[in-house]
């Protein structure tokens, strides 16, 4: 019975979820406030507090890069959670703009490591036959922080001091080392990923992966432009009060819709979710350019969270099934790769476009990029699918 439906809520896979969501909650918590942070306390210019906010992700992505391709263990899940802390209690030191950015860089190195070392490891764990059930279950900790991040920074920084938000970080990554020791990670396929020591692109990344993390980059970009400039734009339209509620709408329907969708891929394959999935964020984000009341912002938000909600687990499951099973850290590492460098670099390049387009304009833009799309992922992945059904299923 087992055999036939292995248990996939296991202690050590819940251990890997909860350090998953914290630290990716800090992660967006942390950006949705640090601008701020930068200009109140540093008087910062907005060129300044950009690569305040940035220099995090490209720790990140370095840090990707360097544990891609390293054994993964406990030690090392560790190791790293403690400079997480050491590096997150440099944010108590106000020294200057400088050193904020020297911190945020580390900070990001750290958050990047732990990241994709637990997202591994729960990958490897995972029985073979509820592989895709058991991603989408896992990325529900990453949407679930996705949407509730902001909100916290949002909230916190409308009624605390920074320190306090400084210290609720903290609080989290102790959490996290005291989880950490209840973790047991799998021996097996993991050694081989240190093979092959001689330095070429595959030994930091897998090359099979970069259609469709290309794609996620894509939707990571279009969203991110949710997350940094919502809150401007529902003032601009007078729903500020709504928008808080925005991620509310967003996690609640990631909820919902996560687990059905993770089961229908391990059965019928990606395609059927990828393409609705495709449409339904499009439509979404067009809705949210044009809204005129709360009710049509939070049914924006419901149509965007069953959209890239499903498009990020979906497409993850896709990326470490392309992969030989010594890679899967590989895998994992380019996956996020692409979706940090979505996330970090699309505020920047965005704001650039919004005294062209407004507001309005720009979620019209980042709209009818998400449905062009649908022909980008067909002819790089959706039309060979049944070639690669095999690799999905097993």
């Keep these: ?144 922080a996705t949407g509730i991040g902001p909100l916290i920074g949002l909230k916190m920084s409308q009624n605390a001091n920074f320190d306090m938000i400084f210290s609720f970080s903290l609080l989290l990554g102790i959490i996290n080392l005291i989880i950490a020791v209840l973790i047991k990670f799998p021996t097996s396929n993991i050694t081989e990923i240190k093979k092959g020591q001689r330095l070429k692109i595959s030994d930091f990344i897998e090359p099979k992966v970069i259609p469709i993390a290309t794609l996620m980059f894509i939707m990571a970009f279009s969203f991110s432009g949710i997350v940094s400039y919502l809150n401007v734009y529902a003032s601009e339209i007078g729903l500020l009060d709504t928008a808080s509620f925005f991620f509310m709408v967003y996690t609640v329907f990631v909820l919902i819709s996560r687990p059905f969708t993770g089961r229908i891929m391990d059965r019928k394959g990606a395609n059927i979710i990828i393409y609705p999935a495709l449409l339904i964020f499009g439509a979404g984000m067009l809705l949210l350019s044009s809204v005129t009341t709360g009710v049509s912002l939070l049914i924006a938000g419901a149509l965007v969270a069953l959209g890239f909600g499903n498009i990020s687990s979906i497409s993850q499951s896709i990326a470490i099934s392309l992969a030989e099973p010594h890679r899967v850290g590989l895998a994992t590492a380019t996956f996020f790769i692409f979706y940090d460098l979505g996330n970090g670099f699309g505020p920047s390049i965005i704001g650039l476009l919004i005294p062209v387009t407004g507001y309005k304009g720009l979620y019209v833009v980042l709209g009818l990029i998400i449905l062009a799309s649908v022909l980008f992922y067909h002819y790089l992945y959706g039309k060979n699918e049944r070639n690669n059904k095999k690799q999905l299923i097993n």
């Design 1 to 144: 019975m087992n055999q036939t439906n292995p248990k996939l809520w296991t202690k050590n896979f819940i251990a890997l979820s909860s350090v998953n969501f914290t630290m990716t909650l800090i992660f967006f918590l942390l950006n949705a406030t640090i601008i701020l942070y930068a200009i109140n306390e540093f008087n910062a210019s907005t060129s300044q507090a950009g690569i305040i906010a940035g220099i995090f992700i490209i720790g990140s992505l370095l840090g990707r890069l360097f544990i891609g391709r390293l054994i993964l263990t406990k030690k090392v899940l560790m190791t790293w959670l403690l400079f997480f802390i050491f590096t997150t209690l440099l944010y108590f030191t106000h020294l200057n703009i400088g050193f904020l950015i020297l911190s945020r860089f580390l900070n990001g190195i750290t958050v990047g490591v732990v990241t994709t070392v637990v997202c591994t490891s729960a990958v490897l764990s995972l029985p073979v036959s509820r592989k895709g059930e058991g991603i989408s279950y896992f990325a529900i900790s990453t949407a679930l």
